[in-house]
């Protein structure tokens, strides 16, 4: 049996739907890193609701 160590990430930009694969043990910090830089978005980009 393979075990999955990915989990995919969903999210919405501009109106589009996002995914992204990552590690499922990643930090929260690390994954929203990795979003800004799969997405091109500024550093200064942050999450809210």
């Known amino acids: 049996t ?3 160590e990915n ?5 919405e930009y501009h109106n589009v739907e996002r995914r992204i694969l990552l ?7 690390q ?3 990795d979003i800004k830089l799969e997405f091109d978005l ?7 609701e």
């Open 2 to 4: 393979e075990i999955n």
């Open 7 to 11: 989990k995919m990430v969903t999210f």
């Open 23 to 29: 590690h499922r043990n990643i930090r929260f910090g």
């Open 31 to 33: 994954m929203l890193d």
């Open 42 to 48: 500024p550093a200064s980009a942050c999450l809210r």
